[in-house]
């Protein structure tokens, strides 16, 4: 139990476009979701948390309306990337997770490469 | 703020080899810590955790005991498998299980024959 599936695994678009990257809990309601992003050899970084039916909590640095995030169902998160430039071409990974004291659960990760 | 340091890989070892990724962490208050693991081609994976001092995580036959005097979460496998070849990420978080999760850069394993 407790599969978290991310789609896409990979897209390309050109820059300039806006980007979308659905985050589902199948088996199990997700009353919080988080987004992260991996550099090449780095850690992941924590971009934002999401509670279902609230606003997105974002970390400092990260642009809220250049990273829109919803979470408008216990089984469902999405990441939009919005007039994506090739700077934001990275490895984009969500988690779910039931409560605060259950574990993270992660997806596969959406690796988003903007020409 | 918090942050987490591993040992740079990648680490290569033959089968039933001693495997030991070194952590060490700097946070304010009691962290728990975590070890995940990420197989080729999918997502992180819970592999230990300890949520106090001396504790001591444990899961198919790897290891990690929560030391506070030296802020360490060592992983430790006492004889590794191909199958074992992923890359692991040691984590803390301060609050809770589900709370943010600060990672370390991760270790790439490469077991071999």
């Known amino acids: 139990g407790a599969v978290v599936s991310q789609h896409p695994s990979r897209v390309i678009c050109k820059s300039g476009t806006s980007v979308k990257i659905e985050c589902r809990s199948l088996?199990?309601?997700?009353?919080?979701m988080f987004w992260y992003r991996q550099f090449p050899k780095k850690s992941l970084m924590l971009m934002a948390t999401?509670?279902?039916?609230?606003?997105?909590?974002?970390e400092q640095g990260v642009e809220k309306d250049k990273f829109l995030i919803n979470h408008a169902s216990l089984t469902l998160s999405t990441l939009t990337v919005t007039s994506a430039h090739p700077e934001d071409s990275s490895f984009y990974i969500c988690?779910?997770?039931?409560?605060?004291?259950?574990?993270?659960?992660f997806g596969d990760g959406t690796r988003l490469s903007i020409l | 703020g918090d942050s987490v340091t591993q040992m740079e890989g990648p680490v290569t070892l033959s089968e039933e080899a001693f495997l030991t990724i070194n952590c060490t962490y700097t946070a304010t208050g009691y962290p728990s810590l975590f070890w995940y693991v990420q197989y080729p081609g999918e997502g992180l994976q819970l592999l230990l955790k300890?949520?106090?001092?001396?504790d001591k995580g444990s899961n198919k036959g790897f290891e990690a005991t929560y030391r506070k005097e030296t802020t360490s979460f060592h992983l430790e496998k006492g004889s590794v498998q191909v199958s074992d070849s992923a890359v692991y990420f040691c984590a803390l978080s301060d609050t809770g299980t589900a709370s943010k999760l600060t990672f370390g850069t991760g270790t790439r394993l490469q077991v071999t024959l």
């Open positions: 999401s509670n279902e039916g609230s606003k997105a909590t974002y």
């Open positions: 300890a949520t106090k001092a001396d």
């Open positions: 988690s779910a997770s039931r409560d605060r004291n259950q574990p993270q659960h």
């Open positions: 088996d199990f309601q997700a009353t919080t």
